[in-house]
Each structure stands twice: as structure tokens, then as C-alpha cells.
């Protein structure tokens, strides 16, 4: 089931979403991602460009780099390593800017 959603805010894909589940979330372009990217920005390389995990356990979202070449961008700054990932945040990956909206959190979760 959906625990959040990636919106496009910015970019070629502006106004497209991407729902995330439990567990691990690879995004990227092509078909190895278990979400992809069905638009065209090809700053984002193929396969897994960066991971959104929903950890259910504790109800908590994290923002993880990909093994990709493309870097992934916080507030200017690249992710090299693992951020927690609230709703309302936003992040930038080749031309494309997400906003992370949660479904799950303290309030609510589907186990």
C-alpha cells in the first residue's frame, strides 16, 4: 500500500507523482527502479538514482543517494548519505525538483 508520494514541482515532469510504499523505494528512470521516473528528464540517469525508505517499525521516512551517476541535492547541498525525510520537503535530482508528501506517520500506518 502507498505510505507517501513524490511530487514534481518543478521540471519536465512538473505535476507528476510517484507513490512510495513500505520499505525500501529505488527511483529512477528505466525498469530496474521499483518506482520509475515515466518522464523525460535524462539528467537522471537510468536505474536507481536515489532511495526513499519508509522504516514502519519506527514510522519514519529517510532520503538515501542512488548508484547512479546523477547526485541528488538537499537545500543546495548534495546527499551523500542518509536524511530523514519529511513531508513538506523538497529535493532536486537532474532538472526535476520533488516534494515529499507522507500517508504514514505517528498518527497512522497500515500494519
Known amino acids: 500500500p502507498p505510505t507517501g508520494w513524490l511530487v514534481a514541482i518543478n521540471g519536465p515532469g512538473r505535476g507528476s507523482v510517484l507513490t512510495v510504499g513500505i520499505g525500501n523505494n ?23 538514482s536515489f532511495s526513499v525508505v519508509y522504516d514502519p517499525k519506527h514510522r519514519k521516512y529517510y532520503l538515501l543517494p542512488g548508484s547512479g551517476k546523477t547526485l541528488v541535492y538537499y537545500e543546495d547541498q548534495p546527499v551523500l548519505e542518509r536524511i530523514d525525510l519529511t513531508t513538506g520537503m523538497a529535493f532536486q535530482v537532474g532538472q526535476t525538483t520533488f516534494r515529499f508528501v507522507a500517508l504514514c506517520d505517528a498518527t497512522f500506518d497500515w500494519e
Open 26 to 48: 529505488g527511483v529512477g528512470r528505466g525498469d530496474e527502479p521499483r518506482v520509475p521516473i515515466l518522464f523525460n528528464d535524462n539528467e537522471i540517469s537510468r536505474g536507481q
